[in-house]
C-alpha cells in the first residue's frame, strides 16, 4: 500500500507506540472531581515547563483560547488582536458569539507583528460610546504569517504597553515550542511576560487530542469555571494527558526534524519551474508557496497531487500550504519534490 504523504496540516500525526502504550497503561480518576492522576501530572509538568502558577487540559486550542478569553475579558468589553489571528479567523467568532466580546483587530506584518503604535492607539478607555479594552491576544507562531516564530523582545513590548493600560496579554501559543525552537531559547522566556498561554498537544508535539492553558492560580480556577460551562469538563481524561506526557518529554528532537524537512522542502519547491517559495520566512515548519506556472490550474494542481498521494491545500488563490510534522520523513520530502516537479514539467 502507496504511503498517503499527507502536509496538510500538523494535526494529522497519528499517536506513536510509546503514546498508545502509554495511554493503555495510564493511570485514571475523574478529572471533573480532581482526581485523574494522569491530568494532574501533565497539568502540573505543563504550568512548570511555561514558568507559571498552574494549567489546565481542555480538549483543543479553540477550547483553550475562548477560556482564556472569556476569563480576561468581561461582556461587552474588547480584546486587540491580528487580523489574520487564528482566533479572529478560524475560531468560529465564539469570543463574541459565546462570550459577547468585541475583538478589535488591527493588522498583521507578513510575519505576524501588529505595529506598537496600532496598539497603543487602539486601547479604549471606559467611556459608554465604545467598548472598554480588556486584553490584547498574540500568535505564536503566526499560523497565517508563515509560520513565524514572535520574539520575546516584541512580546515584551507588547506587555509594557498592557500594564500600563491596566489589560491582560494571552498567547495563542498552538505552536509555541516550535517558536522556541526555532529561536533557540526556553519556551518559558517566550512567556514569561505574557498572564496567559494555550498550547496544542496534537500539533507539533504529535499527541492525539487536547490542549493545555497556562497562567496564575486565580486565573486557572476562572477558566476551568468557562471549560465547564462549555461542556469540556472531562472524566477519565487521563487517557489524553498520558500522550501529552510523552510530547513533552520528547518535542524539541522531533520539531527540529520537522523544520530541517521543512526548510529542505522549500528550497527544492523554489527550483522548481512554475513554483516559488518565500525562502527568508521558512523558519519552522510551515510552508507557503505559489504557483507560476500558466499549464495547470490551482484545483487542478491540488486535485492531481492528491491522486499520487500528497494531500495539501489552497489557503487562497494562488497561495498554497504544506506543514511538516512527525509522520513526514525525509524520504517524503524528496518523493513530494519529484512527484511536483513531474506534475508542472
Known amino acids: 500500500m502507496t504511503k498517503i504523504i499527507d502536509l496538510r496540516s500538523d494535526t494529522v500525526t497519528q499517536p506513536s507506540d510509546q503514546m498508545r502504550d502509554a495511554i493503555s497503561n495510564s493511570l485514571l480518576g475523574d478529572d471533573v472531581f480532581g482526581e485523574d492522576p494522569t491530568v494532574n501530572e501533565i497539568e502540573q509538568k505543563a504550568a ?21 478569553i472569556l476569563s480576561h475579558c468581561e461582556r461587552g468589553t ?15 467568532g465564539g469570543i463574541s458569539s459565546v462570550g459577547g466580546i468585541h475583538s478589535r483587530q488591527l493588522l498583521n506584518d507578513d510575519i505576524g507583528i501588529i505595529d506598537l503604535d496600532d496598539i497603543k492607539y487602539a486601547v479604549r478607555d471606559d467611556n459608554v460610546h465604545y467598548p472598554k479594552t480588556s486584553a490584547i491576544s498574540l500568535e505564536n507562531t503566526h499560523n497565517m504569517c508563515f509560520g513565524s516564530p514572535i520574539e520575546p523582545n516584541y512580546i515584551k513590548s507588547v506587555s509594557v504597553i498592557a500594564k500600563e493600560n491596566n489589560l491582560k496579554l494571552h498567547v495563542d501559543g498552538a505552536r509555541i515550542f516550535n517558536a522556541a525552537v526555532s ?14 498561554v494555550t498550547f496544542c498537544l496534537s500539533k507539533g508535539l504529535a499527541a492525539p487530542i487536547g490542549s493545555v492553558v497556562c497562567g496564575t492560580k486565580k486565573f486557572i480556577d476562572k477558566a476551568r469555571r468557562h471549560r465547564k460551562v462549555l461542556g469540556g469538563g472531562m472524566r477519565q481524561a487521563g487517557i489524553i494527558a498520558a500522550a501529552g506526557l510523552i510530547s513533552l518529554d520528547d518535542c524539541t528532537i522531533q520539531i527540529k526534524k520537522d523544520h530541517n524537512n521543512a526548510k529542505i522542502l522549500a528550497e527544492g519547491l523554489n527550483k522548481i519551474k512554475g513554483l516559488s517559495v518565500q525562502l527568508n520566512h521558512i523558519q519552522t515548519n510551515i510552508i507557503f508557496f505559489k504557483l507560476e506556472s500558466n499549464k495547470i490550474t490551482d484545483q487542478s494542481f491540488v486535485k492531481s497531487m492528491n491522486s499520487k498521494g500528497i494531500k495539501f491545500f489552497e489557503t487562497s488563490p494562488n497561495r498554497f500550504r504544506l506543514v511538516t510534522h512527525y509522520g513526514i520523513t525525509k524520504k517524503d520530502i524528496y518523493k513530494t519534490l519529484i512527484e511536483f ?5
Not at 78 to 91: A, P, Q, R, W
Request: charged share 20%; aromatic share 4%; glycine share 10%.
Open 341 to 345: 516537479d513531474k506534475c508542472l514539467n
Open 183 to 196: 529561536l533557540n531559547i526556553d519556551v518559558k522566556d517566550l512567556v514569561k511576560n505574557v498572564d496567559s
Open 48 to 68: 512548570q515547563i511555561m514558568g507559571k502558577e498552574s494549567a489546565l487540559l481542555v480538549p483543543s486550542g479553540t477550547m483553550g483560547n475562548l477560556v482564556s
Open 78 to 92: 474588547e480584546i486587540i488582536l491580528g487580523h489574520k489571528s487564528h482566533t479572529f479567523v478560524y475560531e468560529g
